[in-house]
């Protein structure tokens, strides 16, 4: 089975840039989660959506960052202006929830991005 | 304020020498405190999902126990091959499915 799909697996770009991250996740799963990890905070949830629709964006560190999910197939995750301070791996993850259910989120392999 | 602590921060082991790994928790009303293991340069795979004190998984070498406060994860007779960074996350009360996760365990397993 495919699992959650993430592109680029790495970026590199000049601060200042539009960076854009996407992620497919997996088939039949209603949630996906967009993750931000480094060395110092750890892995950060940055936005959640549900039904395709934004539910939770108190991670999203500013107005720079901006995510989409305009089908249960796709999101993207976008940074405008990009800064050296986003540099970090990006994670997706999915999964189903209905009710209270605690089903396990999935994660893909993340993107590595380095902006310099 | 929820809160995931993990210890050990790195842990080295040799091979078949068990051990074990801590998670603590506080969080109002846990739903499930959830093990990851990570690779490098990979995403955190699912291990288990403990839901209630006195809980416990078990897969191959590894076996998950919950109280009140913490979690275990032990390692018995460890291989290269589990070495990896191991993640604990918690879900507390709330309208969905909201992980926080700790720091994580670094284990090295050496022949």
């Known amino acids: 089975d495919a699992g959650v799909i993430q592109s680029p697996r790495h970026e590199v770009t000049e601060m200042g840039q539009e960076v854009t991250l996407r992620c497919k996740p997996i088939?039949?799963?209603?949630?996906l989660f967009w993750y931000r990890q480094t060395m110092m905070r750890g892995l950060e949830l940055l936005i959640y959506?549900?039904?395709?629709?934004?539910?939770?964006d108190s991670g999203m560190p500013e107005d720079r960052f901006s995510a989409k999910m305009p089908n249960a197939s796709f999101s993207t995750l976008k940074i405008q202006p990009s800064e050296p301070r986003d540099s970090a791996v990006y994670f997706c993850?999915?999964?189903?929830?209905?009710?209270?259910?605690?089903?396990?989120?999935?994660f893909g392999d993340g993107t590595r991005l380095s902006i310099l | 304020e929820d809160q995931v602590t993990q210890s050990p921060e790195a842990l080295r082991l040799q091979e078949g020498e068990s051990s074990s790994l801590n998670c603590s928790y506080t969080?109002?009303?846990?739903?499930?405190l959830f093990w990851y293991r990570q690779d490098p340069g990979k995403g955190p795979e699912f291990l288990f999902t403990?839901?209630?004190a006195g809980e416990e998984k078990e897969k191959e070498r590894l076996k998950a126990t919950l109280t009140k406060k913490e979690s275990f994860l032990h390692i018995t007779a460890p291989k290269p091959e589990d070495s990896a960074t191991y993640l604990c996350a918690v879900q507390g009360p709330g309208g969905y499915n909201k992980l926080i996760f700790g720091a994580g365990t670094r284990l090295a397993v050496h022949p």
């Open positions: 088939s039949g799963h209603n949630s």
């Open positions: 403990l839901y209630s």
């Open positions: 969080v109002s009303g846990l739903r499930g």
């Open positions: 959506f549900n039904n395709n629709v934004p539910i939770d």
């Open positions: 993850a999915s999964s189903f929830e209905e009710g209270y259910s605690n089903q396990p989120q999935h």
